[in-house]
Nanobody, 115 residues
Framework: QVQLVESGGGLVQAGGSLRLSCAASRSLFTINNMGWYRQAPGKQRELVAEMASGSTINYLNSVKDRFTISRDDAKNTVYLQMNSLKPEDTAVYFC?????????WGQGTQVTVSS
């Protein structure tokens, strides 16, 4: 099993930045894929960014060049640096991990971007 704990959400003005953190309960080297999804009210959950095995990184088109996913293996932590935030980025952000073909989710952290 994998437990994921997110932190770093909050309220920010448009154009501002936030960094989300996701601490995993086991070494990132044992996890196939880690990433971030988000879900806005009334919308489906969507993939924002992911780091697959072999260092492949994928981003949602609308966040490319603004968001950066990274990891600190010593801390078993994955980050999502979000710059130039827009009101449409407002959502609950979820950390996710794919471990032994099962997907695990964090509890989610709210990100609100005011215009």
């Amino acid at each position: 099993q994998v437990q994921l704990v997110e932190s770093g959400g909050g309220l920010v003005q448009a154009g501002g930045s936030l960094r989300l953190s996701c601490a995993a309960s086991r070494s990132l080297f044992t996890i196939n894929n880690m990433g971030w999804y988000r879900q806005a009210p009334g919308k489906q959950r969507e993939l924002v960014a992911e780091m697959a095995s072999g260092s492949t990184i994928n981003y949602l088109n609308s966040v490319k060049d603004r968001f950066t996913i990274s990891r600190d293996d010593a801390k078993n932590t994955v980050y999502l640096q979000m710059n130039s935030l827009k009101p449409e980025d407002t959502a609950v952000y979820f950390c996710t991990a794919l471990y032994w073909d099962r997907r695990y989710w964090g509890q989610g952290t709210q990100v609100t971007v005011s215009s």
